[in-house]
């Protein structure tokens, strides 16, 4: 995303946080929680939720890492931070981080396991490109990452549809559909487990990935 479109999307994200959990959470909430059941997490993970929203899937990886491990979210809308923070059962404040996926502030090798659940998708190829490889470099090697994204690898015309109305819509139709497990792969990432279902009408690919060895 350009500059622009980071403050339009945070801007259209702040205002739909007091909503999503009753309008996008019942078509996404299965579907993040089949992805992190095959991360496999273990008790003693630190795990990434990037596009963390209102904070459903950091409290899933929570109870999955236990105390041992340690859950860290990040969204670029600061409603939807702050609808993450109150949802947790701690009081860290580190645990909900309000940045930016293309300039992630995390130190290199800070995570065993990243789940990126309907996030991707909202970014241009070339930011796309800027963001797996800031993945890259905050996972470990061997590091495992899930993404859930909607997939243009279907031969059908909802892609296509799709893409057509983010062109003209831009804002409330934000996502992008691509080749998740063909740009995982491009970018270096050793592709695992690939899973395609429908959320309505329109494909969503399930990746789960490895990084380095």
């Not at 963390?52 to 409290?59: A, F, L, M, S, Y």
């Not at 495992?144 to 139709?173: G, M, Q, W």
């Not at 063909?182 to 959320?199: M, N, P, S, W």
Request: proline share 5%; glycine share 8%.
């Amino acid at each position: 995303m350009t500059r622009e479109q980071t403050r339009h999307s945070k801007a259209w994200y702040n205002a739909l946080s007091r909503y999503y959990d009753v309008l996008i959470d019942p078509f996404q909430g299965r579907l993040r929680r089949r992805g992190i059941d095959s991360l496999r997490v273990s008790p003693d993970d630190r795990v990434l939720d990037v596009g963390c929203g209102t904070g459903r899937g950091i409290v899933t990886l929570q109870h999955a890492v236990e105390s041992e491990g340690h859950v860290v979210g990040i969204d670029v809308a600061e409603q939807m931070c702050q609808f993450a923070q109150d949802r947790l059962e701690t009081e860290d404040p580190s645990a909900v981080v309000c940045g930016d996926a293309v300039a992630l502030p995390f130190d290199s090798d800070s995570f065993d396991v990243v789940l990126v659940s309907f996030t991707l998708e909202l970014f241009e190829d070339d930011h796309r490109t800027t963001v797996l490889g800031e993945l890259r470099r905050v996972l470990e090697p061997g590091g495992r990452i899930c993404v859930i994204s909607p997939s243009a690898t279907v031969s059908d015309p909802i892609p296509l549809l799709y893409a057509r109305l983010n062109e003209v819509f831009p804002t409330l139709v934000d996502s992008r559909p691509f080749d998740v497990s063909g740009v995982l792969a491009e970018a270096g990432f050793e592709i695992v487990q690939t899973h395609v279902e429908r959320v309505l009408v329109v494909p969503i690919e399930l990746v789960v990935a490895r990084w380095g060895s």
